[in-house]
C-alpha cells in the first residue's frame, strides 16, 4: 500500500479534518483493524497565501513543490494538497511532481456530476472564487458557476483568513453565509453548493434540523470529505 503525502498546515484546523477522517473512511472500509500510512508536512499557511497575493505564482509553485519533494523523500507514494486555494498553481506542480497528486477541484466537478448538478454556487478565499482554476474544470464538464457578489466575497474572505483558519466559529458568522448562501439559491438559482474552502465544513456542517449533506434546502459538496474520499479509494484500489 502507498504512503499518502499531506501537505498540510494551510490551514492547520482543516489538517486535523483531513487526518480525522482518512483514518475513519479508511477503517470503515476494511476490517482487518490497520490504519493507512500517512505523512503530513505541515508548511507555513502565510508565506503560501502572501505570496498568492502577491500574485508570485511562479514562487507559490516553486515552494510547494519543494514541499511536495520533501514528502517523496519521506516515501509518500501519492499526494495532496489538503486546502483549495493551493489549487491555484495545481496543474504546474503535477507535471513536476514526483508522485501522483490527487486533486480537490477535480474530485469535487467528479461528485457534482455524479449528483447531477449543473449550476454551483462556490465560497472559499478570494483567491478561489475569483480564480480560474474551479471555473476551468468545471466547465470542461458543462456545469456553471456562481460566485458570491463583491462585498459578500469580501466578508468571506475575510472571516475565513481571520476567524475560521483560527479554529474561531462563530454563531454570527455561521448566520451571515447561510443568508448569502440562501440570496445565490433564490436569486441566482443554484442547485448546490461548494464549500472551496476546507474550514467552511467545519462552521457550516452540524444543523440537527437538516440532513448532513443540505445547508438551507442546497445540496453542498464538503471539499474536505470528498477528497479524503478520493485519496481512500486510490489506496484501496
Same mark, same amino acid.
Given at each position: 500500500?502507498? @504512503?499518502?503525502? $499531506?501537505?498540510?498546515? $494551510?490551514?492547520?484546523?482543516?489538517?486535523?479534518?483531513? %487526518? *480525522?477522517?482518512?483514518?475513519?473512511? %479508511? *477503517?470503515?472500509?476494511?476490517?482487518?483493524?490497520? %490504519?493507512? =500510512? !500517512?505523512?503530513? /508536512?505541515?508548511?507555513?499557511?502565510?508565506?503560501?497565501?502572501?505570496?498568492?497575493?502577491? /500574485?508570485?505564482?511562479?514562487?507559490?509553485?516553486?515552494?510547494?513543490?519543494?514541499?511536495? *519533494?520533501?514528502?517523496?523523500?519521506?516515501?509518500?507514494?501519492?499526494?495532496?494538497?489538503?486546502? /483549495?486555494? =493551493?489549487?491555484?498553481?495545481?496543474?504546474? !506542480?503535477?507535471?513536476?511532481?514526483?508522485? +501522483?497528486?490527487?486533486?480537490?477541484?477535480?474530485?469535487?466537478?467528479?461528485?457534482?456530476?455524479?449528483?447531477?448538478?449543473?449550476?454551483?454556487?462556490?465560497?472559499? @478565499?478570494?483567491?478561489?472564487?475569483?480564480?480560474?482554476?474551479?471555473?476551468?474544470? &468545471?466547465?470542461?464538464?458543462?456545469?456553471?458557476?456562481?460566485?458570491?457578489?463583491? @462585498?459578500?466575497?469580501?466578508?468571506?474572505?475575510?472571516? %475565513?483568513? /481571520?476567524?475560521?483558519?483560527?479554529?474561531? &466559529?462563530? +454563531?454570527?458568522?455561521?448566520?451571515?453565509?447561510?443568508? !448569502?448562501?440562501?440570496?445565490?439559491?433564490?436569486?441566482?438559482?443554484?442547485?448546490?453548493?461548494?464549500?472551496?474552502?476546507?474550514?467552511?465544513?467545519?462552521?457550516?456542517?452540524?444543523? +440537527?434540523?437538516?440532513?448532513?449533506?443540505?445547508?438551507?434546502?442546497?445540496?453542498?459538496?464538503?471539499?474536505?470529505?470528498?477528497?479524503?474520499? @478520493?485519496?481512500?479509494? *486510490?489506496?484501496?484500489?
Amino acid at each position: 500500500m502507498k @504512503t499518502v503525502g $499531506i501537505i498540510g498546515g $494551510i490551514g492547520p484546523e482543516s489538517t486535523i479534518e483531513y %487526518y *480525522r477522517l482518512m483514518i475513519a473512511s %479508511y *477503517r470503515e472500509q476494511t476490517s482487518d483493524g490497520s %490504519y493507512p =500510512p !500517512i505523512i503530513i /508536512n505541515s508548511i507555513d499557511m502565510k508565506k503560501m497565501l502572501d505570496l498568492i497575493a502577491a /500574485n508570485e505564482l511562479s514562487e507559490v509553485t516553486e515552494y510547494l513543490l519543494g514541499e511536495v *519533494r520533501r514528502l517523496a523523500l519521506s516515501g509518500a507514494g501519492v499526494g495532496l494538497l489538503a486546502a /483549495n486555494t =493551493p489549487h491555484v498553481v495545481f496543474d504546474e !506542480i503535477q507535471l513536476r511532481s514526483p508522485i +501522483p497528486l490527487l486533486s480537490i477541484v477535480e474530485a469535487t466537478c467528479a461528485e457534482a456530476k455524479a449528483l447531477g448538478l449543473k449550476r454551483l454556487g462556490l465560497f472559499g @478565499t478570494r483567491f478561489t472564487m475569483r480564480g480560474h482554476f474551479y471555473r476551468d474544470v &468545471f466547465s470542461r464538464e458543462g456545469l456553471a458557476l456562481v460566485v458570491p457578489d463583491e @462585498t459578500e466575497q469580501a466578508y468571506i474572505h475575510d472571516r %475565513y483568513m /481571520n476567524e475560521l483558519v483560527k479554529g474561531v &466559529f462563530l +454563531p454570527e458568522t455561521r448566520e451571515r453565509l447561510l443568508a !448569502i448562501a440562501v440570496r445565490l439559491k433564490e436569486q441566482d438559482d443554484i442547485d448546490g453548493l461548494i464549500l472551496g474552502g476546507t474550514e467552511l465544513p467545519l462552521i457550516l456542517r452540524g444543523d +440537527p434540523l437538516l440532513p448532513d449533506d443540505l445547508i438551507e434546502g442546497l445540496p453542498f459538496l464538503d471539499t474536505t470529505r470528498i477528497h479524503v474520499k @478520493t485519496v481512500v479509494a *486510490r489506496l484501496l484500489s
